[in-house]
């Protein structure tokens, strides 16, 4: 077999020369690996970062740039929102289970204000302004949003709701382009630049190298087909991303996502996670996902969301990651929005960073009954959800999915939906099993010596459900933990 074609261990005493050295080798230049690298090098190592593409960004640098953070942070203060930890925790203990990591939720809730403080003191700009409108992403540049359905059912009684999705100020942005990724990730690099971290680019990790104890002490990789390897004194830190754009690993652990990964680059194909299995690390919740449903929330909010059975399902006011997950988690991937002509306007007339979803519906018809058989539904299914539905509305009311008032209004003629059948597509959460220090955990529970890793080559904070900015979160977040741990020998 090749050498490259296999993610077993090289000896190190089969090494015959080391192309290149460092205390601490992160792998991986995105948004894990690059505060990795800052934290290492604040401990005191010499860094280097190897790179499988041409330069630092991985998706983090195309993402919307929304992290997850809360508890009191600076810009949630400064723009009249009051959090605690205590509140932040018990949200995403519930939006991100079931069978979430309770020490990690912990950890990440009671120095997320910290860790806030660490990005704007490493070059992040926050704009302080708050976008409170539905949507992916806000459509300028705001810098808070509500972003996991904080303030929608079933979690708006749970505490008191509060926007956690912070995201980097910038400017002309452009989506998919140039977002608040790429102003997240652009200060972070030129950092790690400044504190003497090095880089090689076109370098990609096949295997790990471990020593006769079974100590990680290097990489080895390719550049151009051609063997690298590197030596780390301290540690390597696994920050390649997910598995999402391994076809066979998606098959094997999170099959409803198969053939649809979306906000996520190819690179991310699970070699992290390989590697670190060939030398028995363990692995958590590798069947969560993140869903999108590609939809614009601002015509969702005014609308129902309806399955194959014409019935509701979730409420049409949360978070679209959440409604996402609820089409192709549990309605077999099938729904339709439905929409009257007066709320459609009105949609359509509101600002969203989506606006090139905004096309005409797929059907339109003067009465519900026309529409339900245009849309081949069993008939009076959509009819009886619509007169349910608009029986309680006249009293502004939504008493089985608890919409807010605000948007719950009679669906009047004419009237019409958009197919949703198989709009949805994500990236997978699970990953390698780590504890609070970033170190990688074997399958009999202990660290796994100098091997550390952070971002969506781990299980994060996500066991199931998702917030959007929990990836860029706790990437973030951990990252600098695992470049701590790398550099202490932790
Ligand atoms: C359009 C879009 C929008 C998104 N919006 C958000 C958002 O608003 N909030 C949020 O939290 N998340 C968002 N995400 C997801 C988020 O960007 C990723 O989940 C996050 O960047 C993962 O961090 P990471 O460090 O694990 O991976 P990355 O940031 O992708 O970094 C991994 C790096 O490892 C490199 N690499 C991979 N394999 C190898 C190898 N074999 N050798 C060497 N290097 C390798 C990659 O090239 C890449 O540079 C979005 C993603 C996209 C694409």
Redesign the pocket.
Known sequence: MAETATVRPLPAGEVENWDYEADVVV???????VCAAIEAAHSGADVLV????GG?????A???????LGGGTALQQKLGFEDTAENMEAFLTAALGPGVDKAKIHDYCHNSVEHFDWLVAHGVPFKEEFWGEPGY?PPADQGLMYSGGENAAPFKDLVPPAPRGHLAWTKDKKL?EKG??YMLMEPLAAKADELGVRHEYD????RLIVDDSGRVVGVA?TRYGKPVQVRARRGVVL????FAYNHEMVLRFAPKIAGRPT???E???G??IQVAQALGADLAHMDATEVALVVDPQLVARGILVNGHGQRFVTEDTYAGRMGQAVLQDQDNKAYLVIDELALEEAMETQSSLSFLRVAPTWVAETVAELESDMGLPERTLQSTIDLYNHHAQQGSDPFLHKKSEWVKPIRTPLGAYDLRGYTGG?TLGGLRTDLDSRVLHVSGDPIPGLYA????TSGICAGGYA??????D?SFY?RRAGVSAAKQL
């Open positions: 792998v991986g230049f995105g948004i894990a690996g190897l790179e499988r593409t630092w960004g991985g998706a983090a195309m993402s919307g740039g929304f992290i997850y992403e998919g608040g990724g370098v990609r990790l096949r990789a920050a390649t991303g997910s906000a996520t680059v690179e991310h194909d070699i992290g990236f952070a971002g969506r080559v959007s900015g929990c990836s860029l979160g990437g990252g």
